[in-house]
Nanobody, 124 residues
Framework: QVQLVESGGGLVPPGGSLRLSCTTS????????IGWVRHSPGKEREGVSC?????????YYLDFVKGRFTISRDNAKNMVYLQMNTLKPEDSAVYYC????????????????WGQGTQVTVSS
């Protein structure tokens, strides 16, 4: 059973940093493309970043977060991370970890499995 559990969200002032973690279980992480999707009230879900399955080895970022966010994965530990620096109020949202086997991950609709989300609030 595929499970994704996010952690690391919280309240941070503008310009601050957070690192989100996604603990995965029930599948072989290296076979999956995995990413982070965020959703804030009144807006559509948007893919923030994704890392394709290991033999493909690509990463993608939403233009708005390029240079500020970094996705990483540790397949041996079944963990995925999103390091978020220079946070802005517009980054406030619920962040979801999502996965799809041996597939692309550039669109929100690409994902088959989702975590429950973790809230990120950027405010002074």
């Amino acid at each position: 059973q595929v499970q994704l559990v996010e952690s690391g969200g919280g309240l941070v002032p503008p310009g601050g940093s957070l690192r989100l973690s996604c603990t995965t279980s029930g599948f072989t992480l290296s076979h999956y493309s995995i990413g982070w999707v965020r959703h804030s009230p009144g807006k559509e879900r948007e893919g923030v970043s994704c890392s394709t399955f290991s033999s493909d080895g690509k990463t993608y970022y939403l233009d708005f977060v390029k240079g500020r966010f970094t996705i990483s994965r540790d397949n041996a530990k079944n963990m995925v991370y999103l390091q978020m620096n220079t946070l802005k109020p517009e980054d406030s949202a619920v962040y979801y970890c999502a996965a799809v086997i041996l597939g692309r991950c550039q669109s929100v609709e690409d994902y088959d499995y989702w975590g429950q989300g973790t809230q990120v609030t950027v405010s002074s």
